[in-house]
């Protein structure tokens, strides 16, 4: 069995050990740890904050790596538009649990536009639905289009949506 010093407490430790006997250190043989995932900050700013910043994994200190920047993306992300599976996106956010403005996400608390499973928002599309004007299975809505529920002012809200979407894209 090979031993090495400890990188904390410097005492001879198994190179098979997870953890010092002695001190407790995670991974005693390694010399530097800097953590796992991936970090990456633009070096162009906005009031201290970077244009685009990246982070997965956890740090050094084994703390989660959050993205935080005008575009935020990561595993758990704070920006004005943020990608992430759980983020906060003041603009837009696109994830699996997303906090903002307007939002695409499988849980989409959305203010003004969600859409996703659980959707949110002044206009909510999804599975479960709330909202003013809501599209969906199940919901509660001012105006609301569902299977079983097909609210006059909703069709036409949709409607109108959808002949605006289709003029955007062509």
């Not at 997965?56 to 935020?72: M, T």
């Amino acid at each position: 069995m090979n031993t090495y010093r400890c990188r904390e407490c410097q005492n001879e430790v198994s190179t098979e050990a997870k953890s010092c006997p002695y001190c407790g250190a995670p991974n005693p043989p390694k010399i530097e740890q800097k953590g796992s995932g991936f970090e990456w900050k633009s070096s162009k700013t906005f009031y201290g904050y970077p244009l685009v910043h990246i982070a997965f994994g956890r740090d050094e200190k084994h703390k989660l790596r959050v993205a935080k920047g005008i575009v935020a993306i990561g595993q758990f992300g704070v920006g004005l538009i943020t990608f992430a599976q759980f983020g906060v996106g003041i603009l837009f956010g696109l994830g699996q649990f997303i906090l903002g403005a307007s939002a695409i996400a499988q849980f989409a608390i959305s203010i003004l536009f969600g859409i996703g499973q659980f959707s949110t928002g002044f206009v909510a599309i999804g599975q479960i639905s709330l909202g003013f004007y809501a599209l969906c299975q199940v919901g509660f809505a001012k105006h609301i289009l569902t299977p079983e529920i097909k609210d006059p002012a909703a069709i036409e809200f949709f409607l109108q949506l959808l002949e605006r979407i289709k003029r955007f894209l062509t």
